[in-house]
């Protein structure tokens, strides 16, 4: 949000809001840097790989472009940048599984990869490429302000009829040590259910990649994972790096936004969960995004912070409301109505399994 005031001078100048915020939703295009970690002597397995993988992902609607590069000084380090047209269609090709078909020739020479995502706030070029940039080509007019924490989120299914057992193991075990390393720290893990469905929902300032391999190396974490296995609906084996890995990457359920208001209140954590009509979700999730958005700017309203997670058709807000409760709908009725249409069933309110917060958190 901003608002026009007028220095000494006479010249205006706009006051841009240091509400903590983040979202998909600019409508700015999209910069992905994926750092790759290749096999020794498997350079040109990977080669082949990737030119193959390119061939599909250009014709993914939103794509752009891409470059691959190699490192001068490690021929083992790569690095694969795109640009999307938006966060939103990257988003919904890279969380789909389809991508996930698409990616498994590299996973015999890659050792590790590190994905970052950024909108393009500001770029320069030279003349004749200006000439040719489009002009509808929209760059967010600020940049949005930050809290230091990552928010990210796991959901998974059990078996019909396990849910009392798998809420008992999930509520029962020992927090892992907060202090990752000397820049990463776990602050905060909330889990719920609704129905056989599980969510995660994790706070991490720093590392997110490093705090996650952190948790899953802790003891009392590994033996509640091992202790769900058999209600799992989606069969995993944590003994093999490669079921370990497709179980997490599905399991993924990314913020896509995220708002709070100026105030420093707690409140009640709600999670909410919205079963979208397929091929919907990310539109469900936008709405949500846009009415918490209008929600941190008005103060009568409940919502004191809220996150929004979307992967493919599902859709769970994370909101901590003054009061036990908050409307699951938007409050502008053309809004409730059409995420009221895109859904496949109501919008319900998830059981808090557990909600652990870190010392000093």
């Known amino acids: 949000m901003t608002t026009t005031s007028e220095r000494p001078s006479g010249t205006l100048t706009r ?8 979202s998909v939703f600019d409508g700015s295009p999209l910069r992905v840097v994926l750092l790759v970690d290749v096999f020794e002597g498997a350079q040109q397995q990977f080669l082949e790989a990737y030119e193959q993988l390119c061939a599909q992902v250009a014709q993914v609607p939103g794509h752009v472009s891409d470059q691959l590069c190699q490192s001068i000084e490690n021929p083992s380090q790569w ?60 760059l967010q007019e600020h940049p949005r302000i930050g809290d230091g924490i990552i928010r990210h989120a796991l959901t998974f299914t059990v078996k019909p009829g396990t849910e009392d057992k798998v809420r008992k193991i999930l509520a029962d075990y020992a927090s892992p040590e907060a202090q990752v390393d000397d820049g990463t720290r776990l602050l905060r893990t909330s889990l719920f259910m609704h129905g056989n469905r599980v969510v995660r929902a994790i706070e991490v300032r720093g590392d997110l990649l490093a705090a996650l391999r952190h948790v899953a190396r802790q003891p009392q974490i590994r033996a509640v994972e091992e202790a769900i ?61 846009q009415s918490d958005q209008a929600a941190a700017q008005d103060p009568r309203s409940t919502v004191l912070r809220s996150t929004v997670f979307q992967r493919d058709d599902v859709v769970v807000r994370l909101v901590n409301a ?40």
Do not use: K
């Open 15 to 22: 006051e841009v809001s240091q509400r903590v915020s983040q």
């Open 79 to 138: 690095l694969i940048t795109s640009e999307w047209e938006s966060a939103p269609p990257f988003l919904t090709w890279v969380n789909s599984e389809e991508h996930v078909r698409m990616v498994e020739p590299l996973h015999s020479c890659v050792r590790d990869t590190r994905s970052l995502r950024f909108h393009i706030v500001r770029e320069t070029s030279g003349a004749s490429a200006a000439a040719q940039s489009s002009p509808d080509r929209h």
């Open 229 to 289: 296995n058999p209600y799992l609906e989606q069969d995993r084996d944590l003994d093999d790096q490669e079921s370990a890995r497709m179980f997490f990457t599905r399991a993924a359920l990314p913020a896509v936004h995220h708002v709070m208001t100026e105030e420093a209140a707690e409140g009640t954590r709600l999670a909410l969960f919205y079963p979208a009509r397929s091929g919907q979700g990310m539109r469900v999730a936008e709405l949500l995004s």
């Open 322 to 361: 003054r009061g036990d409760d908050v409307d699951a709908l938007p409050g502008d009725p053309a809004a409730a109505a059409e995420v009221r249409a895109l859904l496949d069933g109501e919008a319900a309110r998830m059981d808090l399994v557990t909600d652990r917060r870190s010392p000093g958190a």
